[in-house]
């Protein structure tokens, strides 16, 4: 079945320590977006790609960063810079043609140690 | 600013109790707006788009519709498995295809 992976379900973070967090999808779309999900708030972009090897900050990129040099792969790196990296993590895409929704994985969720 | 609201923030049914949720939005354009559903844990399960002002779009028990300022999320005769938070986002016009999502509303329906 065609879908998008996210892996792990669960990270714990040191402090001062780089993770990433990875995002795989089999559907053929070319865009993928990071959001970031935190209790009481609605989902907030924090980098998306609309092909490989481009991509463009969203609304909260501060502290991570991202590389697409797969159209399958869309990694985020949260780094040490981003001081309150605690939350659950949501990677979608979407493919061409038409006007269709964004497909989501099942998220991996971020804590610090 | 492209921005959603959804209310109530929190709902409780009893099985069988009908309720609608509301999503009012203000955007310049509108390509489109979503209905998604989202259950603990997981990730955000499409449900429904819709383009245009009065469009409506079925699914179970589920109906949604759409004005210029607003989308509601009608729920008949609701059973304990309708419990999830629902979440709505928009589609401004543009080409990023980005999306603007409400906060959620919690849904809990108890038998």
């Known amino acids: 079945d065609g879908g998008i992976t996210q892996s792990p379900k669960y990270l714990f973070r040191k402090e001062g320590q780089n993770v990433t967090l990875s995002c795989e999808q089999n559907?053929?779309?070319?865009?993928m977006y990071w959001y970031r999900q935190d209790p009481g708030q609605g989902l907030r972009l924090i980098y998306y790609?609309?092909?490989?090897?481009?991509?463009q900050k969203g609304d909260i990129a501060e502290g991570y960063s991202v590389s697409r040099e797969k159209k399958e792969s869309f990694p985020l790196t949260v780094t040490s810079a981003q001081k309150n990296p605690t939350a659950f993590y949501l990677c979608?895409?979407?493919?061409?043609?038409?006007?269709?929704?964004?497909?989501f994985g099942d998220g991996t969720r971020l804590s610090i140690l | 600013e492209d921005q959603v609201t959804q209310s109530p923030e929190a709902l409780r049914l009893q099985e069988g109790e009908s309720s609608s949720l509301n999503c009012s939005y203000t955007?310049?354009?509108?390509?489109?707006l979503f209905w998604y559903r989202q259950d603990p844990g997981k990730g955000p399960e499409f449900l429904f788009t819709l383009y245009s002002a009065g469009e409506e779009k079925e699914k179970e028990r589920l109906k949604a519709t759409l004005t210029k300022k607003e989308s509601f999320l009608h729920i008949t005769a609701p059973k304990p498995e309708d419990s999830a938070t629902y979440l709505c986002?928009?589609?401004?016009?543009?080409?990023?295809?980005?999306?603007?999502f409400g906060k959620g509303m919690k849904l809990t329906v108890n038998p």
């Open positions: 986002a928009l589609a401004p016009q543009g080409g990023s295809e980005k999306l603007v």
């Open positions: 955007v310049s354009g509108l390509r489109g």
């Open positions: 979608a895409s979407l493919g061409q043609g038409g006007r269709r929704p964004q497909h």
């Open positions: 790609s609309q092909i490989v090897n481009d991509f």
């Open positions: 559907l053929n779309h070319d865009a």
